[in-house]
Nanobody, 123 residues
Framework: QVQLVESGGGVVQAGGSLRLSCAVS????????MGWYRQAPGNQRELVAT?????????NYADSVKGRFTISRDNAKNTVYLQLDSLKVEDTAVYYC???????????????WGKGTLVTVSS
């Protein structure tokens, strides 16, 4: 079984910061990429940021968070982080961790998801 466990959500005032963490555990062969998505009430889940796991770690951000959020990873710990700075009320959402990984050497890559962590930004 593969598990993704997020932590670091909470309540913060606008302009504040939070740091989210997501660790992948269980049996798998390789992780290709990890990322964060979010879903606000009444909205669809949307991409926040992704990072490639191989050397170089190409990152990709939603326009709405560029310059405010930073994604990083620790390959040795199979962990991805999301630093959220200059938070806005509209950043309030459940943040989900995603990992695109292969369970076996000759297996295909699939998406796995965490259960989510709530970030609430108050005005």
């Amino acid at each position: 079984q593969v598990q993704l466990v997020e932590s670091g959500g909470g309540v913060v005032q606008a302009g504040g910061s939070l740091r989210l963490s997501c660790a992948v555990s269980g049996s798998f062969y390789n992780i290709k990429a990890m990322g964060w998505y979010r879903q606000a009430p009444g909205n669809q889940r949307e991409l926040v940021a992704t990072v490639g796991i191989r050397s170089g770690g190409t990152t990709n951000y939603a326009d709405s968070v560029k310059g405010r959020f930073t994604i990083s990873r620790d390959n040795a710990k199979n962990t991805v982080y999301l630093q959220l700075d200059s938070l806005k009320v509209e950043d309030t959402a459940v943040y989900y961790c995603n990992a695109n990984l292969a369970r076996r050497a000759l297996g295909g890559y699939e998406d796995y998801w965490g259960k989510g962590t709530l970030v609430t930004v108050s005005s």
